[in-house]
């Protein structure tokens, strides 16, 4: 009797352990839920993608967002993030957008039902493939494919049918199955053509390849990724492929609705770049040929929006990808002759302004990342900073502002009333003199650290003086950034909330002169001498989240609407803010820190289709919620370091690349218990706020204790800030000399800083 107790005990034992195990192995991807955000606030929603990670194939039903009660049609794929979608498929017969209900979605699989048919479609993707299953209650299956851009459709063997679409210079290609006999009826459709599909069954279904090579391509790609009819091994290969991913990082801790924000944020931090290889060869837009080569092509990187947070978090959790992505860009500077901006699909998209590459390869290298061609895509970013226009939303050979900017040391504004006197400058982007300068000084600095890695001293140097330029368009009697024109003189009257035309564009972009003029990431210690010091910077720092708008929400926003998610100035909306609740930790206030990161978390990032306070940006965004969720955050790119914030979980555990861990604790921790009181790092005590990447890169611990006090004495030194000048040398993060911090470059405020160019 007891033996057999006590089998049946071993035996509930067992069961339950296998049970928690299995929860552990599917929570992440549950945890996920892609409606968050899929009605934006203003401008434009995420969307329910499903796809694998970093995969050529995107799905998305086709409707203006969630509360749209109708779907248009479901694409094949996408052409870029945010940038248009690949052919179209729709079951039933014809008759415009469709009204659904009983929709589920996930990153690896999408249901839906249609209200008048009740016909059920179902999809899941491979890397290059998508699956779609109908269920037909009349047992006549209807399926209309079509394309959306230029281009053909055609029959092919086996009942088959194949593809092409003409955009932008190039072409994709397509080739699917469907599981029963049909009929086709092809006729012209706006685009190209509209192939109907027919059959007496009551389910069926349609395996496709994409191809961005040739038809045949798209075939074999199909052939290899999905060779067999069998849905539901291709929805239980895509959710263990996502449950594989989100694994690297498991928490513990938290309410449910903060797992669901963290999750779907780290989901969306995995839709790019996306892979194009097929088969060891790529087409690449940037030369017009197809390559074969060893290593993965990426294209898809909206580097304005990603350098900040989203390529620091792949640099800690995939070191190997990133390597392959930033060579995917040296191949792309190779084939072309610049280095891109946006690096889409169809090759540089010039958009917004900056040379962010720049960040992101120093970035990379400071932390380790070494196996890509370091020489090359030195030579590239510098290439694009002395020969190329900084004109925002244009691409070329330099401009009269650009030789305005190299011998003066600013972008020039127009004064009030002047017309513009460059044709270059685009209509509605235009100048944008004050980003324009803040930014290219940050690169030229990480230019300068890639010329330090690469052994050109007098690169170095240059690069240098020229990221002190920002310098230049501080005004010291507002305490703020400010346009200057080509005279010297500051552009006045000029409200710094609200001037500049739409997206005050005139002078900034897409934000204002209270959010820009924390934009210094290269050197937060100059930034506070040119304030006045520590306590006045951080006055103006407090008074950034109080200062009022000065008018209603409405005007505001019909002139601002890229500045969401308003705390007084700060605007957690759009990229250029992230860092600066981090900013308190320089000033040795990191209470406020933590005091501010956990308020905008709770208040703009809830798991609601409204859960995203702006543009969402593909992970731009996202990625700031992964890392201030996880308790620290990389405020500088190029200096190998993390700030502590406040973690929202009581246990984070980072699965590296090499095997190790990172473990985070937090003890005592809750919504009240939010203020750090004391650090523990690999067991020893920890008298700074923040930590180098060389600490955890090989794993480790780092042990929190909360409170619902803050420790106002906690990361006060001079000496124990966390580095922010000019000078640092982000090399000595990789050694012993983590506790050394050079001090700022000295200068005048609003004197110009010039370069020998």
């Not at 210079?169 to 006729?187: I, L």
């Not at 980072?654 to 203020?675: E, Q, V």
Request: aromatic content about 12%.
């Amino acid at each position: 009797m007891i033996m057999r107790e006590m089998e049946s005990w071993l035996t509930r034992l067992l069961v339950g352990t296998a049970l928690l195990a299995a929860q552990v192995l599917v929570a992440q991807v549950e945890f996920v839920d892609n409606t968050i955000g899929n009605v934006g606030i203003l401008l434009e929603p995420t969307r329910p993608t499903v796809q694998l990670p970093n995969s050529m194939v995107r799905f998305y039903p086709i409707r203006a967002d969630a509360l749209d009660d109708q779907i248009k049609s479901f694409p094949l794929t996408l052409i870029s993030h945010r940038l248009g979608e690949l052919f179209s498929i729709m079951p039933g017969e014809p008759g415009g957008p469709a009204a659904y209900d009983q929709e589920k979605t996930s990153p690896y699989y999408y249901s839906t039902r249609f209200d008048g048919s009740l016909i059920q479609t179902e999809f899941s993707p491979t890397e290059r493939c998508g699956y779609f299953r109908f269920t037909f209650p009349s047992g006549q299956a209807v399926v209309r494919i079509a394309n959306r851009m230029a281009g053909d459709l055609a029959t092919s063997e086996v009942g088959g049918i194949s593809g092409e679409e003409r955009f932008h210079d190039m072409k994709a290609f397509v080739y699917g199955e469907f599981s029963a006999p049909v009929t086709f009826n092809f006729r012209p459709a706006k685009e190209g053509k509209m192939a109907t599909a027919q059959a007496s069954a009551g389910v069926l279904e349609f395996r496709y390849g994409i191809s961005f090579i040739s038809t045949e391509q798209a075939k074999l790609n199909l052939r290899r990724e999905i060779p067999a009819w069998d849905f539901a091994a291709v929805k239980s290969q895509a959710k263990a492929r996502w449950n594989k991913t989100l694994g690297q990082v498991a928490v513990e801790g938290g309410t449910e609705a903060q797992r669901r924000t963290f999750y779907t944020a780290l989901y969306r931090c995995s839709e790019r770049m996306v892979n194009i290889t097929e088969d060891g060869k790529y087409y690449s837009a940037f030369d017009h040929q197809v390559h074969v080569d060893a290593r993965p092509f990426y294209v898809d990187n909206w580097i304005w929006d990603t350098y900040r947070a989203l390529e620091p978090l792949q640099t800690l959790l995939n070191p190997e990808r990133e390597a392959d992505k930033i060579q995917s860009y040296v191949r792309m500077y190779q084939q072309s002759g610049w280095m891109p901006t946006f690096a889409v699909l169809w090759g540089s998209y010039a958009c917004m302004n900056g040379n962010h590459a720049a960040a992101w390869f120093a970035d990379a290298q400071a932390k380790g990342v070494q196996n890509f061609d370091v020489q090359a895509a030195y030579a590239g970013v510098r290439k694009n900073s002395l020969e190329a226009t900084r004109l925002p939303w244009r691409k070329g050979p330099p401009s009269s502002l650009d030789r305005f900017y190299d011998t003066n040391g600013y972008f020039p504004a127009l004064a009030r009333g002047e017309q513009e006197t460059e044709p270059l400058v685009h209509p509605f982007e235009k100048r944008q003199p004050v980003p324009v300068t803040l930014e290219n000084s940050y690169d030229d600095w990480c230019i300068a650290q890639l010329a330090r890695a690469v052994g050109r001293p007098d690169d170095q140097a240059l690069f240098l003086q020229r990221a002190a330029f920002y310098k230049n368009v501080f005004r010291a009697d507002k305490g703020l950034m400010w346009p200057k024109d080509a005279r010297g003189n500051w552009i006045e009257p000029m409200d710094p909330k609200y001037d500049g035309g739409m997206g005050a564009r005139d002078y900034y972009d897409e934000n204002n002169g209270y959010t820009y003029t924390w934009d210094v990431q290269e050197d937060f210690a100059g930034l506070i001498a040119l304030m006045g010091g520590r306590a006045k910077a951080e006055q103006n720092l407090d008074q950034l989240f109080r200062e009022p708008l000065g008018r209603s929400k409405y005007e505001f926003w019909a002139m601002l609407p890229d500045s969401s998610a308003m705390v007084g100035q700060f605007s957690l909306g759009n990229e250029p803010s992230l860092a600066i609740p981090y900013i308190y930790n320089r000033l040795g206030a990191p209470w406020k820190t933590q005091k501010r990161v956990r308020m905008l978390l709770e208040s703009f990032f809830p798991d609601t289709l409204q859960g995203i306070p702006g543009d969402e940006d593909g992970g731009g965004m996202s990625a700031f919620v992964v890392f201030s969720m996880m308790g620290f955050y990389p405020v500088t790119p190029g200096i190998p370091t993390y700030d502590v914030g406040s973690p929202v979980f009581d246990k984070v555990v980072i699965r590296l690349h090499n095997g190790k861990k990172f473990t985070l604790t937090a003890r005592n921790n809750s919504h009240d218990h939010k203020y750090v009181q004391s650090l523990r790092l690999n067991g020893k005590p920890l008298d700074q706020i923040w930590f180098r990447h060389a600490d955890i890169a090989e794993g480790g611990t780092l042990d929190l204790v909360m409170s619902d006090t803050p420790n106002t004495q906690l990361g006060v030194e001079e000496a124990k800030l966390p580095p922010a000048s000019l000078s640092v040398n982000p090399q000595d993060f990789g050694g012993a000399k983590a506790n050394e911090h050079p001090a700022a470059l000295a200068s005048e405020p609003g004197k110009n800083v010039l370069t020998p160019h």
